[in-house]
């Protein structure tokens, strides 16, 4: 095995080949058949919230399965997710994916992090990296500046913990 990745009743296994294997509760993530024609090779990493995952392929695709409303469902952002993803980031309840310009994509819970919208414009380029807690995201770009967004109380103690104040 490459990686094993699981979220709180389900895991999923990434092969030698790039293949994926899923076990345990159905609904958490444990059941694939959905999302089983894609996972059948080249994927290059697993991630998982508490009851989806999101498989990110060579070719900068992203597959999503679990429980819907925790991010196993991104058929909303489909079309973002068809190629240059590079990396992807979780919550709980949600994920975050940046692409290769530095934009970001998100989906699941959207008061875990799954809605963007009131910092999308700030996420439309120069993203690096991305940090996350259970509720909440951080993304720091490329000129420093620091956006974040999730639930609100977290997205607050996260500035304060390095030294900012708003979003």
């Not at 959905?34 to 989806?52: P, T």
């Amino acid at each position: 095995m490459k990686q094993i990745c699981s979220t709180m009743a389900a895991f999923a296994a990434l092969r030698q080949d790039g293949s994926v294997v899923t076990w345990g509760s159905a609904v958490w993530g444990g059941d694939s058949s959905a999302a089983a024609d894609y996972l059948q090779g080249d994927v290059l990493h697993i991630y998982a919230s508490e009851r989806a995952f999101a498989a990110l392929k060579l070719d900068g695709s992203v597959v999503t399965w679990g429980a819907p409303e925790w991010g196993g469902d991104s058929e909303a952002v489909q079309d973002q997710l068809r190629s240059g993803i590079h990396h992807i980031y979780s919550t709980s309840s949600a994920f975050a994916a940046v692409s290769n310009t530095g934009s970001v994509v998100t989906w699941g819970d959207a008061s875990h992090g799954g809605n963007c919208s009131q910092v999308k414009e700030r996420l439309q380029s120069d993203v690096r990296h991305i940090c996350s807690s259970s509720r909440a995201f951080v993304a720091f770009k490329s000129d420093g500046s620091v956006v974040a967004w999730g639930d609100e109380v977290t997205v607050a103690h996260q500035l304060r913990a390095v030294g900012i104040s708003g979003s």
